[in-house]
């Protein structure tokens, strides 16, 4: 095993697993498309860190900050749900993105590619997908209860605005990280399919959480090595191998 | 008032420009049974969260100092969709404690965030609710409505309130979980003289169980004991004409 497929199997296991994890939540707050969604607000920022030299994630953390701000503000001026607010921002964003970013990056911006993770890139990736998993970890039960119903999370004494802002804030991290691996098409199917699977064969919490964690972790290790193989691009191989775990555990499912 | 658990004076809440309650006072006093009446869009349930302390208001709500609240929510409809069993549900109980300080506490109209060191042990609530400890393991979603109501009453047991607060306990529930919701509750005001507050559109329960009601929409049209509560007066609130308040803006 040669040490930049090395690089890029850590990178993989790392913000998968995260993903996953992030997923599970995302699942509970039908939120699922999100991901998805946010994964294309990142394009534009991707295809200028591709032209300029710098880090994608950054790139792509910038216009999903920049995006999520934006959701916000219109969910403040209309009473239009934050569905059609987030499709609103997410094919502007995607034009933008096929405007201003030359059709080479503009094909890795979309498709990520894991054979060019740095040894920096790989660092960051270790240690931002366990940031996000402790913040994650800690909101988690708090979030569960305001998913369940926001009074009684309120009366609880959450404050469920903050909650809020910490779970999107890591949402747009993870998004960030994930469009690396995966590129931005692809991005939502790391967080939801984990998530899917999981629930599919689990009978509480603890077993659902963890396993959409352990399932994410599965989809990259076993995408990643099945790129080594095939060489064919990695991103879709990650997917359809999450995919396959989905069909499999439709036969166990509970 | 001796033993006044409850106090409201002039009590007005306006949610995103329109009025919903206006001018309530009324008073609570130690295990009393004050169901609440309206029709629907009265305001029951809003005024139920503004005395939980989560809505903004304006007026007066004074609890009893150091009084604990428990809330059972009218229907968590969200719930069936995350896996979890009933032993994880009831953990989610008190995950919020460490970020509320004495101050918000005593905000929120105090108690209505227990410490962990009063929670009471898991077996002897299950007994007041009248299940069996083999439901911890179970699926909530798995539950029958009328199971899943009885869990409700217990989380909401486990910060050992001396207030109980119940939006609609029966409502969505079958005949026979009903009858035993309803016994349930008849159950915990005999044996722990729990002072209730209770919306509900089911005037059986009114007869049998309250001491007070208050008929509601959006004023306080009436506040009597259950006997008092003629037909004329419910015709009055739910089937009469319903006045439009106009609201102004400035």
């Known amino acids: ?254 | 008032m001796e033993n006044s658990i409850l106090k409201v004076e002039n009590l007005n809440v306006e949610l995103d420009g329109e009025k919903i309650l206006e001018n309530l006072s009324f008073e609570v006093r130690g295990g009393e049974v004050l169901t609440i009446l309206g029709p629907n869009g009265a305001g029951k349930t809003v005024l139920l969260k503004t005395l939980l302390g989560i809505l903004p208001y304006e007026g007066e709500i004074k609890w009893a100092p150091g009084i604990k609240i428990g809330y059972v929510p009218q229907r968590l409809p969200f719930i069936k969709d995350i896996p979890m069993s009933v032993e994880e549900f009831f953990q989610l109980k008190n995950v919020s404690e460490k970020e509320i300080n004495p101050s918000t506490r005593a905000e929120l109209g105090a108690g209505l965030v227990p410490h962990r060191n009063e929670v009471s042990g898991a077996g002897e609530i299950l007994k007041s609710i009248g299940l069996g400890k083999e439901i911890l393991k179970r699926k909530i979603g798995e539950l029958s409505s009328g199971q899943f109501q009885r869990i409700l009453v217990g989380w909401a047991l486990v910060s050992n309130p001396r207030v109980l607060l119940f939006d609609e306990p029966l409502a969505g529930i079958d005949i026979s979980g009903q009858e035993s919701v309803y016994n349930l509750l008849e159950k915990l005001k005999r044996e722990k003289n729990f002072t209730i507050l209770l919306v509900t559109h089911d005037l059986s329960i009114v007869y049998k169980f309250a001491t007070n009601c208050l008929c509601l929409n959006k004023k306080i049209l009436c506040y009597s004991t259950p006997k008092e509560l003629t037909t004329e007066r419910l015709s009055q609130l739910y089937g009469g004409k319903i006045k439009f308040y106009e609201h102004k803006h400035e």
């Open chain 1, 1 to 254: 095993m040669n040490s930049q497929f090395f690089l890029s199997l850590i990178s993989g296991i790392f913000i998968g697993g995260v993903a996953g994890y992030l997923g599970s939540l995302m699942l509970t707050k039908r939120m699922a498309l999100v991901g998805d969604a946010l994964g294309h607000v990142a394009l534009p920022g991707m295809g200028l860190a591709l032209l300029f030299g710098f880090n994608v994630s950054i790139g792509a953390f910038l216009f999903l900050l920049l995006g999520i701000f934006l959701i916000w503000l219109f969910e403040i001026k209309t009473s239009l749900p934050m569905e059609a607010l987030v499709g609103i921002v997410f094919v502007a964003s995607l034009a933008i993105g096929f405007l201003i970013v030359p059709e080479p990056e503009l094909l890795e911006a979309l498709l990520g590619d894991i054979s060019k993770v740095s040894f920096e890139m790989a660092i960051t990736s270790v240690i931002f997908s366990l940031l996000i998993f402790f913040v994650i970890k800690r909101i988690y039960p708090k979030m569960i209860l305001t998913n369940i119903s926001e009074d009684l999370a309120k009366s609880e004494g959450i404050k469920v605005k903050k909650e809020n802002f910490i779970y999107l804030l890591s949402i747009a991290a993870m998004v960030a990280l994930g469009v690396k691996i995966v590129g931005s098409l692809l991005v939502g199917a790391l967080v939801i399919i984990p998530a899917a699977t999981a629930r599919n064969l689990s009978k509480n919490l603890k077993g659902y959480s963890l396993g959409s964690l352990v399932l994410g972790i599965l989809s990259c290790l076993f995408g990643s090595l099945l790129f080594k193989i095939t060489h064919l691009p990695a991103g879709p191989l990650i997917i359809l191998t999450s995919t396959l775990l989905f069909l499999i555990s439709l036969i166990f499912k509970r």
